[in-house]
């Protein structure tokens, strides 16, 4: 073998393979390949000119050797090699080249083709390229602007602040999630993820000679690939392998309201006092950077908020609770009085430029930067967010984490976004290139350790804006600085769809948008799409039009809280959905792809989504509009307000002027579980429970409710309740599948009949149950 090779260098010709351990090795010319299947359906590929690399601790996959053992047959020929599972998952590498095909069940599902393969270049670089099929549709990438399908652009994976980011064409974005999701015309999917967290490149404007390139700038060319066949086996096997989320509290589905600029606790009691003397249902309230003393991490305003505890005590009462941020800048203060800079640079702990530390400006001046690389920094870091849960805060904002720093002070005019230096020394001997992208996620695993170890009953909602993949296991996210624009309202469907089939299920894009100032139509928009956000948080910079939902008045006043109580409303449909995520790792917003992956009708669509497997929501995305066309896939739809049913498979066109709500559609077969709204989504039992009744054409539906206390961790100790309903022959029955059941209550049977009136029936509802409906 040779080291690096002159430009564009490939592997060369297959000299001899073996096994070793699970791994089958194979030796070429100028390159290793070695051939991993970690279960029936994922297999690991790499390849290096040198020696292959040892795991990082930060890695987001486990070690090989964590998954139970796969039976493979290996099969030698004049072609290649061939590894195949019993599952059927088969790993080809060609003779020459190293080029691999992957088939499962007897199917090709991706291939590299001529010219493909593993190259190293000169530059330092390594690529891997693929065929790209000409029908072939590409989703994922975790967190991008434009649309859903992502042929034709070029995707990188830096973690990027992005302050007033614009449409399409802006990439990279503040999570670095390397992933996609390749769905072929027959519907049949497949995805592939990088595992490298150097800087990396998905290129995919080689249309003409069909290609896909996967480009590192360091590390080593390393991938899985998960077979489908359907989208939602390739988001089970790729979260299986990367990690999901942990259940957050049910009320963190709650609406929650934002502002840079609530900048004092009697600010803070006016708005959620308006919340709820305008109705809205809210359950979460942020301090943002104002909360701070001198803007600096972990402090408080003593003028501004001189008693946090008592503001939340008091804000508890009213069934609101407090989120704070939190910047990884430190501010610099060598001069002492500032107990979180001290420490950490008396430790050591912080990042160094030459023979001082690595100093740049985000919002209190100069800033140092904690090594997170490093478990020490990780276990002390996670230590000062008692500074926050000690005073009743029981939500954090893991922000600035990309991370972000300037050359001069934010507020000068020639002020400008820059970086660590890609040779910044990081703990375990790596450097920021190689960090960077898992800096983030790092931070995340320490705010995670650490909230487990200060609150190890207490689920405390978590948000982060940069991260990478795996980003799931410890934190929501949200999309970091949109605006108040309605490109960014009809954005932030696709870009959400994206995340959540790279993993990340439970995130939100700012309502109303950050920056820019948001109009009444445009607030009222952003409220009914916002409302189906899995997170739904309102948000606005400081000094930009003031965004609550009643600044408009009336009408959008209305049209806010239509929206708002409308999520509380279908808060057991939300929470079971989160559940599920929890366990499969399935998104909540999805795009029709994802039930309805041969569909070729639907599957681009970008601007309707499914909440979950049994609504459609067809947002309105642009102004002084008051109806709109939406595609409904085969099968036999509900329009939830107008009670009309609908043959899918073509398009209907509905009324959507403001006051006509969200067009909401139900699935002919499902069951929607909803509850009474309160002012905050635990403020009243699911007493009664309503049960929405769809029969599909064969008049038969089913759905599901998963029910724990909410709160604690309980559920992880066995304390829930799942419950499946199923409708046949006029009749549901309920039935608990799991430990616990679901508590005695009433429960409204609502079964919409396609041709007669809808027909309600009220049940004493128990554990297990049948009613004739
Ligand atoms: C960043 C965050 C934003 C926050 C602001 C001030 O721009 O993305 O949400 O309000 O910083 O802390």
Known sequence: MTGRRDDAGGAGALRRWWRAGRSVLLEYEDATLSVTHLTDAIARVRATPADFLPRRPWSATPPDDAFPPVEVAVEATGDGVTVRSGGGLAVHAAATGARVAVLHRGQTIMMDGDGGGPAWHADGRATWTHRMPPDENYLGFGERTGLLDKRGQRLACWCTDRYEYQGAGVDPLYQAIPFYLAVDAAGRSHGVYLHNT??????????????????????????????????????????????????????????QQARW????????????????????????????????????TFTWDPEAFPDPAGLAADLAADGFKLAAVVDVGVSHQPEGGY?????????????????????????????????????????????????????????????????????????????????????????????????????????????????RDLRPDERVLRLSRAGGTGIQRYAAVWTGDNGSYWEHLE????????????????????????????????????????????????????????QEPWVWGAETLDACRAAVRLRYRLLPYLYTLLADAAETGSPVLRPLLYHYPADRRGRQLADQALLGRDLLIAPVLRPGVTARAVYLP??????????????GGRHVLVDAAIGDGLPLFARGGGVVPSGPVGRYADELPLNPLTLDVYPD?????????YEDDGASMAHT???????????????????????????ARLVVVRVHHPTGPELTRLIDGGKSWTVRA
């Not at 290129?203 to 060319?221: F, P, S, Y």
């Not at 054409?697 to 409710?705: I, M, P, T, V």
């Not at 009749?731 to 508590?743: S, Y």
Request: glycine content about 10%; aromatic content about 10%.
């Open 198 to 255: 150097y800087r990396s490149v998905f290129d995919l404007t080689a249309q003409r000679e069909q290609r896909l390139v996967m480009a590192v700038d360091g590390g080593e060319l390393d991938w899985y690939v998960m077979a489908g066949p359907t989208p939602a086996e390739v988001v089970t096997r790729f979260t299986h392998l990367t990690g999901r989320m942990p259940l957050p509290p049910r009320w963190a589905l709650g609406y």
């Open 339 to 451: 107990d979180v800079f001290d420490e950490g640079h008396r430790k050591g702990y912080f990042l160094t430029e030459g023979d001082g530390l690595l100093l740049r400006h985000v919002w209190p001046g100069l800033c140092a930067f904690p090594d997170f690389a490093s478990p020490a920094v990780r276990q002390w870091w996670g230590r000062w967010y008692a500074s926050l849960l000690d005073r009743g805060v029981r939500g954090v904002v893991n922000d600035m984490n990309e991370p972000a720093m300037h050359d001069l002070p934010m507020d000068h005019p020639d002020s400008a976004r820059v970086e660590p230096p890609l040779d910044t020394p990081h703990d375990l001997d790596a450097d920021h290139a190689e960090v960077h992208n898992v800096y983030a996620l790092l931070e995340n695993a320490a705010t995670d350790a650490a909230l």
């Open 634 to 647: 085969a099968g036999r739809w509900y329009d939830t307000r107008t009670g009309a049913v609908h043959d």
């Open 717 to 743: 100790r066995g304390v829930r309740a799942r419950t499946r309903y199923s409708y046949r022959d006029g009749v549901l029955t309920a039935r608990p599948v799991g430990l616990l059941d679901a508590p």
């Open 261 to 296: 600029g609530y900048d004092s606790a009697e600010r803070i009691r006016a708005v959620a006092a308006d919340l709820r003397r305008h109705d809205i249902p809210a359950d979460v309230l942020y301090l943002d950077i104002d909360h701070q003393d001198g803007l600096r």
């Open 697 to 705: 054409r064969d008049g038969e539906a089913e759905g599901e409710l």
């Open 491 to 546: 954005m932030s469907l696709p870009q959400l769809m994206n995340l959540g089939l790279s993993g990340v299920a439970f995130a939100g894009a700012d309502i109303g948008g950050f920056f820019g100032d948001c109009g009444p139509e445009l607030l009222a928009r952003w409220f009914q799409l916002g409302c189906c956000y899995p997170l739904a948080r309102n948000h606005c910079a400081r000094g930009r039009a003031a």
